[in-house]
């Protein structure tokens, strides 16, 4: 069967049923039919949030194999529930981009699901068409003041680096001009478009405490300078009410359920090679609110997604997780020891050994942040028992909890080992994790920490771009940001070429873009595609819908 054929098999709980199991009065959600809900913000806790043990779950760096991390988290979450731990597990809103693109939808697989897929997978509440709407309501009122003869601020339309977005893969669309068609059509230059999931409102929304926070932070957008060099925030065209208005409904989390019929939050979906990679830091306050355990995930390998969950969203919240489980496939170890991706699923002893560096990196970063990795291996029919071992041996050496967990073909009774590996680690935890870097420091040292003790680089390079923007970040009096390094998901380095655990490598900074906004600085490595292609044949080529209305193709 197929994730979607899984899925359809599984008659949903009404959410109002789902939201008494979550600890809701049902007249407190704001229903959006009969299966999914609004939380209103309301019904966040900090007390009882302080309580809850936050669960982590990252992974290795990525290959085309895949990895499962959201399918992990799924199945770890309902683990928990049938050991009897009141858990809700908090994910990212899936992008169309992906969805019609390669990757497809991003709602986990086979029996660690969640559900209505169709809903969440296409549209599902309207949070990224409100996004997209603030982001572009901005857009239009830069060009309209650039224009404007009686309300201008005197922009620098060359200084401004705002563009619009779309949330769908669309390469024509990354180069523009606009304002072509004389002068009542606006002032012609060159702009473009990003996907929606790359907007710096997206990472505002998931990183902003409540509505006053977001209206604060939308206002604190950098937008260029004046002719006469003056900066101009998005508070200067007094558009970040209006924007604001138009996020009134995203910035409240969503609440699914499992195919298990246990809650499940899903808000916010920002980019972790450009952004902070996680779901919203008010959508985990909600789960933590109502639930003895909160499992969620980070974007990426550990040390994108994860680095930026722990230096960034859980610094600005001030909460902390118990552990990290650590997500693993033989298949995507195999391909970081140099087997091509079609010759994965045959046993390969010696490829798999020449790929654990990679692992071993990614356990070394979680305890350097104070934390109890748990190694949990993503199982796939292929994997043969000599390669399962091969592992396991490696976490008896270095003294890690270590299982093998079947979530795909069995769901939350394929990871009972694992919950229980989790419950131990809680119970063993005792301190909140140690940051990279403070935020006081200067900006190259925090890079610098990154770089050297999360990636294993030898030194960082700045071009000559990226050392103006220095200066400019210091004139603008904005040092004490955390950084959010732009960097391939492919490699610990910034080669994506660069697989299993590269030594003795530089990281050159070409760029640093300012998300004052967001409250960070993003400094850009390599070649960072912030508006996907389509390939040859997108995955919608095979996405119908019969006259009935029911979907083919989504997976």
Same mark, same amino acid.
């Given at each position: 069967m197929t994730d979607l054929d899984i899925a359809k098999s599984q008659e949903p709980l009404p959410i109002f049923k789902i939201a008494e199991k979550f600890g809701v009065n049902e007249n407190d959600i704001e229903m959006y039919g009969k299966n999914k809900a609004k939380l209103p913000l309301s019904l966040i806790d900090r007390k009882k949030a302080e309580n809850s043990n936050l669960i982590l779950v990252s992974a290795i760096s990525p290959t085309p194999a895949g990895e499962g991390k959201t399918?992990?988290?799924?199945?770890?979450?309902?683990?928990?529930?049938?050991?009897?731990?009141?858990?809700?597990?908090?994910l990212r809103e899936p992008s169309l981009g992906p969805v019609f693109g390669i990757k497809g939808g991003a709602t986990g697989g086979g029996y660690a699901q969640v559900i209505p897929l169709e809903d969440i997978n296409l549209h599902f509440t309207g949070d990224f068409s409100a996004i997209e709407k603030a982001h572009n309501l901005l857009s239009a009122?830069?060009?309209?003041?650039?224009?404007?003869?009686?309300?201008?601020?005197?922009?620098?339309?060359?200084?401004?680096?705002?563009?619009?977005?779309?949330?769908?893969?669309?390469?024509?669309?990354?180069?523009?001009?606009?304002?072509?068609?004389?002068?009542?059509?606006?002032?012609?230059?060159?702009?473009?478009?990003?996907?929606?999931?790359?907007s710096e409102i997206m990472a505002i929304l998931c990183i902003s405490k409540d509505l006053s926070d977001l209206k604060r932070r939308l206002g604190n957008i950098f937008i260029g300078y004046t002719f006469k060099k003056k900066p101009v925030f998005a508070r200067d065209l007094k558009v970040e009410g209006a924007m604001a208005t138009l996020l009134?409904?995203?910035?409240?989390?969503?609440?699914?359920?499992?195919?298990?019929?246990?809650?499940?939050?899903?808000?916010?979906?920002?980019?972790?090679?450009?952004?902070?990679?996680?779901?919203?830091?008010?959508?985990?306050?909600?789960?933590?609110?109502?639930?003895?355990?909160?499992?969620?995930?980070?974007?990426?390998?550990?040390?994108?997604?994860?680095?930026?969950?722990?230096?960034?969203?859980?610094?600005?919240?001030?909460?902390? +997780?118990?552990?990290?489980?650590?997500?693993?496939?033989?298949?995507?170890?195999?391909?970081?020891?140099?087997l091509s991706i079609n010759n994965l699923e045959h046993p390969d002893l010696a490829a798999l050994r020449k790929g654990l560096p990679n692992l071993e990196k990614h356990i070394e970063n979680i305890q350097g942040f104070g934390l109890e990795p748990i190694i949990a291996l993503n199982k796939f029919t292929t994997d043969t028992k000599e390669e399962i071992e091969l592992i396991r041996d490696l976490a008896k050496v270095k003294d890690i909890r270590f299982s093998v967990a079947d979530?795909?073909?069995?769901?939350?009774?394929?990871?009972?080992?694992?919950?229980?590996?989790?419950?131990?680690?809680?119970?063993?935890?005792?301190?909140?994790?140690?940051?990279?870097?403070?935020?006081?420091?200067?900006?190259?040292?925090?890079?610098e920490q990154i770089a050297k003790q999360i990636y294993g680089a030898k030194k960082v390079d700045y071009n000559s771009t990226a050392k103006l923007q220095l200066k400019q970040i210091n004139d603008l009096g904005l040092n004490d940001l955390p950084v959010c390094i732009?960097?391939?998901?492919?490699?610990?380095?910034?080669? +994506?070429?660069?697989?299993?655990r590269p030594k003795d490598f530089s990281i050159t900074v070409r760029e640093i873009e300012i998300a004052s906004g967001a409250g960070f600085l993003i400094p850009i490595t390599g070649d960072i595609m912030r508006m996907p292609g389509l390939p040859a044949h997108p995955a919608s080529e095979g996405i119908d819908i019969s006259d009935e209305g029911e979907i083919f193709g989504l997976f």
């Amino acid at each position: 069967m197929t994730d979607l054929d899984i899925a359809k098999s599984q008659e949903p709980l009404p959410i109002f049923k789902i939201a008494e199991k979550f600890g809701v009065n049902e007249n407190d959600i704001e229903m959006y039919g009969k299966n999914k809900a609004k939380l209103p913000l309301s019904l966040i806790d900090r007390k009882k949030a302080e309580n809850s043990n936050l669960i982590l779950v990252s992974a290795i760096s990525p290959t085309p194999a895949g990895e499962g991390k959201t399918t992990m988290s799924i199945g770890l979450s309902e683990a928990l529930n049938k050991l009897d731990k009141k858990t809700t597990v908090v994910l990212r809103e899936p992008s169309l981009g992906p969805v019609f693109g390669i990757k497809g939808g991003a709602t986990g697989g086979g029996y660690a699901q969640v559900i209505p897929l169709e809903d969440i997978n296409l549209h599902f509440t309207g949070d990224f068409s409100a996004i997209e709407k603030a982001h572009n309501l901005l857009s239009a009122v830069i060009d309209n003041n650039i224009q404007s003869k009686t309300n201008s601020l005197g922009l620098d339309h060359r200084t401004i680096t705002w563009k619009r977005v779309i949330d769908m893969n669309d390469r024509a669309l990354r180069r523009i001009i606009v304002g072509l068609g004389g002068t009542s059509s606006g002032i012609p230059r060159e702009t473009g478009f990003d996907i929606t999931a790359a907007s710096e409102i997206m990472a505002i929304l998931c990183i902003s405490k409540d509505l006053s926070d977001l209206k604060r932070r939308l206002g604190n957008i950098f937008i260029g300078y004046t002719f006469k060099k003056k900066p101009v925030f998005a508070r200067d065209l007094k558009v970040e009410g209006a924007m604001a208005t138009l996020l009134r409904h995203a910035i409240k989390p969503n609440l699914v359920q499992t195919l298990d019929g246990n809650p499940a939050i899903i808000h916010g979906g920002p980019f972790a090679n450009i952004a902070q990679g996680t779901n919203s830091v008010i959508g985990t306050l909600m789960g933590m609110s109502h639930s003895e355990y909160t499992v969620t995930e980070a974007g990426f390998g550990f040390d994108l997604g994860a680095e930026k969950f722990f230096n960034i969203k859980c610094q600005s919240a001030n909460i902390s +997780p118990k552990v990290v489980v650590l997500t693993t496939t033989i298949r995507a170890l195999k391909y970081h020891g140099g087997l091509s991706i079609n010759n994965l699923e045959h046993p390969d002893l010696a490829a798999l050994r020449k790929g654990l560096p990679n692992l071993e990196k990614h356990i070394e970063n979680i305890q350097g942040f104070g934390l109890e990795p748990i190694i949990a291996l993503n199982k796939f029919t292929t994997d043969t028992k000599e390669e399962i071992e091969l592992i396991r041996d490696l976490a008896k050496v270095k003294d890690i909890r270590f299982s093998v967990a079947d979530v795909w073909a069995k769901g939350g009774k394929g990871a009972i080992e694992l919950a229980q590996h989790v419950i131990e680690a809680v119970k063993r935890c005792q301190t909140k994790f140690t940051p990279t870097y403070d935020w006081q420091m200067p900006v190259e040292e925090k890079i610098e920490q990154i770089a050297k003790q999360i990636y294993g680089a030898k030194k960082v390079d700045y071009n000559s771009t990226a050392k103006l923007q220095l200066k400019q970040i210091n004139d603008l009096g904005l040092n004490d940001l955390p950084v959010c390094i732009a960097k391939t998901q492919k490699s610990l380095s910034d080669n +994506p070429k660069l697989l299993g655990r590269p030594k003795d490598f530089s990281i050159t900074v070409r760029e640093i873009e300012i998300a004052s906004g967001a409250g960070f600085l993003i400094p850009i490595t390599g070649d960072i595609m912030r508006m996907p292609g389509l390939p040859a044949h997108p995955a919608s080529e095979g996405i119908d819908i019969s006259d009935e209305g029911e979907i083919f193709g989504l997976f």
